[in-house]
């Protein structure tokens, strides 16, 4: 969900289905800073999953 937001998925979603085709705009993840709360099981697997966008994780435990 959050690589969907930060390319702004829902927006082109829309603009497909009103047939108005244009540039999509996005933002992607490298060197964008992500927090993540909790350092359990979910908190790992989500670190791992944006590793390879090259994101800097700042970890906090509850």
């Known amino acids: 969900m959050m690589i969907g937001l930060a390319r702004r998925y829902h927006e082109i979603a829309d603009s497909l289905a009103q047939q108005q ?3 999509p705009v996005g933002l992607g993840l ?3 800073t992500v927090g993540l709360v909790g350092s359990g099981g979910i908190g790992k697997a989500l670190a791992a999953r944006l590793r390879p ?3 800097r994780m700042i970890g ?3």
């Open 30 to 32: 490298k060197g964008k």
């Open 53 to 55: 966008f090259g994101t």
């Open 21 to 23: 085709l244009g540039q």
């Open 60 to 62: 906090v435990r509850r």
